[in-house]
């Protein structure tokens, strides 16, 4: 597990398609000519998986650095997302077009629901996301920060679906969510994978980092990337910081240092807006 291509054993219907880039990169709060140069230094880094959403206004500048990269769209792996007060079928449908024009996209590699929204009942949604699917607009779908009874009832609509992207980081096990996507052959994005920055400073992370030579960051995301079926997407806009985040897969954590930070879980969420009714 130490490529950085390594794939993702447990995906489904991956046997004719690339594996999944092991780690991705974030774009959220980065805009305008900052964010075309985040994602150009990414793109030159090695990163090859972009996660990019409607919500960010960014997507014109993804697109932008993705052009200008001269990376054959070919080796890309794009994700965008569907804001939560854009999910009545319509809306859904001029969403999804006016993402895939500002990216300059024909196709997105996948296709999220950004969040649910307990006003639409969650079929809508779930049918204009495989509708996008069928008329070729993504490559998979997936859904994002769905509890686990919501995701259960998202596998029944749409059986192969293929990603749940939520938080999480050592300070907020997703074990219940996990096994949900590993029984159904589906992976886990994990967004805010550095606590939004602010894990790095923990002193069990630091001593297991210095052990390895690595900073925090490197260490976290070493963390996520020998989890089976997660990849973590964290953002800067620190060309040094992109570097070093993708400086990772010349080095392995033992079983004990994965149990040391795994007893880090504190049930803490960075990410926690008042919409939100995560045990339903
Ligand atoms: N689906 C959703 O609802 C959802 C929600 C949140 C996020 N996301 C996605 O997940 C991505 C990542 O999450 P996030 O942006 O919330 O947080 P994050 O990646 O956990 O943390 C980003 C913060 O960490 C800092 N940082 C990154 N690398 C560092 C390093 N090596 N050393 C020191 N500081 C470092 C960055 O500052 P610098 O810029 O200074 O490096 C930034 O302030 C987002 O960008 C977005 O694409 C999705």
């Known amino acids: 597990m130490t490529e950085k291509t390594e794939s993702l054993q447990s995906t489904q219907g991956e046997t004719t398609q690339r594996p999944i880039p092991s780690l991705g990169f974030g774009t959220f709060q980065l805009k305008g000519a900052t964010c075309i140069q985040a994602v150009a230094t990414a793109l030159e880094v090695g990163y090859r998986h972009i996660d990019t959403a409607q919500m960010y206004e ?94 259960e009832h998202a596998l029944k609509v749409i059986p192969d679906l293929a990603c749940l992207q939520v938080e999480y980081h050592p300070l907020l096990s997703q074990d219940r969510l996990l096994e949900i996507v590993r029984s159904n052959g589906m992976f886990l994005t994990a967004y805010s994978p550095l606590g939004q920055g602010r894990l790095l400073d923990k002193w069990r992370l630091k001593r297991i980092a210095r052990a390895h030579g690595k900073n925090t960051a490197q260490t976290i995301l070493r963390w996520h990337l020998q989890q089976n079926g997660v990849v973590p997407i964290p953002r800067s806009g620190n060309v040094d910081h992109i570097r070093s985040n993708f400086d990772v897969f010349d080095f392995e954590l033992t079983k004990d240092e994965m149990d040391r930070i795994d007893a880090l879980d504190a049930g803490k969420r960075f990410v926690n807006p008042g919409w939100v009714d995560w045990e339903r």
């Open 58 to 151: 960014n997507e014109a500048e993804v697109g932008k650095a993705i052009r200008a990269s001269g990376v054959p769209r070919s080796e890309l792996f794009v994700t965008t997302k569907v804001w939560r007060t854009n999910l009545r079928s319509e809306d859904f449908r001029r969403s999804t077009d006016e993402c895939l024009s500002k990216l300059g996209l024909d196709q997105v590699d996948l296709l999220l629901i950004h969040w649910p929204n307990r006003d639409i009942p969650l079929d809508e949604p779930l049918e204009a996301l495989q509708n996008a699917k069928e008329e070729g607009k993504t490559k998979r779908v997936g859904v994002s920060n769905f509890a686990p009874s919501q995701l």
